[in-house]
């Protein structure tokens, strides 16, 4: 008997007949004795479909009126699970984000949870019944509307299992849990059992998709235990947890490979104070999201600094190097797109020596050349040619022992 | 320079291109100094798909989680306008029942408002924003959504219209305005211009579609000047006001047609008070609309009691009949549904005599035998039999005059 917070994504509510299956589901831990609160994302492709019709009445739809439309389409899950739970003869009530008081501030699209006011879901939940809430979504100051940004659902329901005080906060998805890497690339690939809140920061900013790096974050911050797991069978998923609950200290926890990124390298530009600064600055103004940095000196006294960003906004970096470039009066500037960057994540790496090198030997024994290399505390980063990169992870993930085998 | 509400129904929100044209209407209005405060349904069929959907995970839909369901259509309305309108260059704003302060009781699927805080929508206004408000649905006192029922957002707009202060309500629809009868039956009908309150609330109860029977009465208590108009043209619409201010008295303003119904005469029963009281608190106990009533009393002291429901309603009628006759342990009943109910409706009947005879003699000119006679104040109704409903109507509609060439 305990509290448990259970968020179902997109894809586990494509239709109605899935819906019913979560229900199905919800139905067992309810009868078990557990208080429920359950988070929800909009079904399937709902979101894709109300963006297609603001693309339709507008070339670039206001963001207040974005939050408006696009916090229908959990209303419309949380409405339905409710009807299927009630249909099972289990008690159950919907919330949106305004209603069980999720109070953000005003960024619409991108807003930041300020406060939870749960007293409106906890007689319920003392009745026995299962809260249904509107995940992504929450209200500002004046009653507006707003959401929460990319995977905002997890947030969503890591902020309610919090602000409950839930045993743990069950993150239901489409896979059985994190992987030591991507199984469609590396058929040896394993589910990890548990890992720490740091190891599931980097490697969900390493597109590691299943959990959003804020709702890590604010997991990490609180101590609760997310449980990211499959709502298409029972079994045990990934435990993400304080680091000194993870039992096995394993040096590398998993791998990953990125191939949408391209790197500029910019050469011959002086060696003076603040011109990188300069250059990153203006790149974040435009929201470019820039992943690794290397610069380097010359005996010259000539810098090189080159960087990886996503070829997304390639056109947008081209045009503010130029720019700089031409403000500098000096350097030119090179881009390669055909690169990969492969990353070795794991907090052992803090307590143990020669992984880079480790890592480094084993791309070295197949013969893959490194282009670009960059370290952190608990995450080894290399930038290797595209036709390399599939090579590289494989190789990694073998040197490290991360597969079914070892 | 006047302060307007404006109500777009389903057909005139059919897709996104309507709602770009709905957009070009009120950019003119903008354009023309007023402010301006608009009233929206959900979007064409949008209803229908999500009560299918309803329909699929449950067998009966709790009526709250309908309500948080349904009330997602007018949400999606309301931000895509916004969004259309901005695209325009006029600013606008969108609001859902709850944030304009549209306050109701907690009659989930049927709820009544209360009252209309417009302190949320003033400020907006005066700086000469376009206020864009969800129809048909408000919020209780708990802040739990409801929906106002069938013709729910001309409520909406007539509440708002009165709270605000409107110099009138403009109901745009599909047709032209309301008619002296269904054009669809009478090829000759012709749009009235100005019609008073109590003519338009018993031609809605005929089921002249255009406007709801709640929405009329509200106009009445207020009286706030409605303005039903198409949405597809700039034609004048119908105008419905206070009685004192229908310029041309005419005697009959318009005559209906109802085929949906059928009669049920219950004979033999014995002349006692409150039988017929008794009969009648059952049949609406089940819901059941009854529509004429007819009751005479024999030489013998026996009472036949003829009254009509619709068929929707009919098997609940017949065994609530059935069952109360078993109570009273004597009479008997017939159902007859091959009838049709011929209305004239007209304010100048209060003071003009002769109105029914007038009709009757039309009907007996044509060979019509009525069957059933019922009149109020401003209404004359007659049963025929179905296969004489068309010629009935159209006797009647020429009788008193409504014809174009009139």
């Known amino acids: 008997m305990a ?48 963006v297609e019709m603001a693309s339709e009445v507008s070339s670039e739809p206001g ?8 916090s229908t389409g959990e209303q419309v899950s949380i409405a339905l699970m409710a009807m299927a739970l009630d249909e099972l003869g289990v008690p159950a009530l919907s919330f949106t984000g305004g209603q069980v008081g999720i109070l953000t501030d005003d ?4 807003a930041r949870i300020h406060s939870i006011s749960v007293e409106r879901v906890r007689p319920h939940l ?27 659902s997890d947030t ?40 720490s809140y740091e190891e599931m920061l980097e490697m969900a900013r ?21 449980h990211v797991r499959s709502s298409f069978n029972n079994a045990q998923g990934t435990l993400v947890v304080p680091e000194d609950e993870v039992m096995e200290q394993v040096v590398v926890r998993g791998v ?37 940095i290397v610069q380097s000196t010359g005996k010259d006294q000539k810098n090189t600094i080159s960087f990886t960003v996503t070829e997304k906004t390639l056109n947008d970096s081209r045009r503010i190097v130029e720019a700089w470039l031409r403000d500098l009066e000096s350097g030119s500037y090179e881009v390669d797109e055909e690169i990969a ?12 020596s020669g992984i880079a090198a480790r890592m480094f030997q084993a791309l070295a024994n197949v013969g893959i050349n490194i282009e670009m290399i960059s370290t952190s505390e608990i995450k080894i980063s290399v930038v290797v040619s595209m036709d390399d990169g599939r090579g590289a992870l494989q190789a990694v993930h073998e040197a490290f022992e991360l597969g079914k085998a070892s």
């Open 63 to 70: 963001k207040r009126e974005m939050d408006m439309l696009l």
């Open 256 to 292: 990953s490979l990125k191939t949408d990124e391209a790197r500029i390298a910019v050469v011959d530009i002086p060696d003076r104070p603040g011109l990188a600064a300069d250059l990153f600055s203006r790149l974040a103004e435009a929201q470019v999201n820039v992943d690794m």
């Open 107 to 110: 960024r619409h699209t991108e």
């Open 206 to 226: 390493l597109g590691a998709g299943v959990l959003h790096s804020r709702s890590v974050e604010m997991a990490s911050k609180n101590n609760m235990v997310i």
């Open 126 to 152: 003392d009745e026995h019944k299962v809260c249904i809430v509107a995940g992504f979504q929450g209200v500002d100051q004046h009653s507006n509307i707003t959401t929460l940004g990319r995977g905002g």
């Open 341 to 352: 960057i492969v990353s070795a994540v794991g907090i052992g790496m803090k307590s143990h």
């Open 156 to 195: 969503s329901a890591v902020a309610l299992a919090v602000a409950l005080g839930a045993r743990e906060c069950e993150i239901y998805t489409d896979v059985d849990g994190v992987y030591t890497t991507d199984p469609n690339k590396v058929a040896d690939a394993r589910k990890i059992d548990r890992l």
């Open 3 to 50: 509290l448990i917070v259970q968020k179902y994504g997109g894809t586990s509510l494509m239709d109605t007949a899935r819906i019913k299956n979560v229900a199905n589901r919800i139905k067992l831990y309810h009868e078990q004795g557990h208080q429920l609160v359950v988070v929800l994302s909009a079904m399937g492709h709902t979101t894709d479909y109300l």
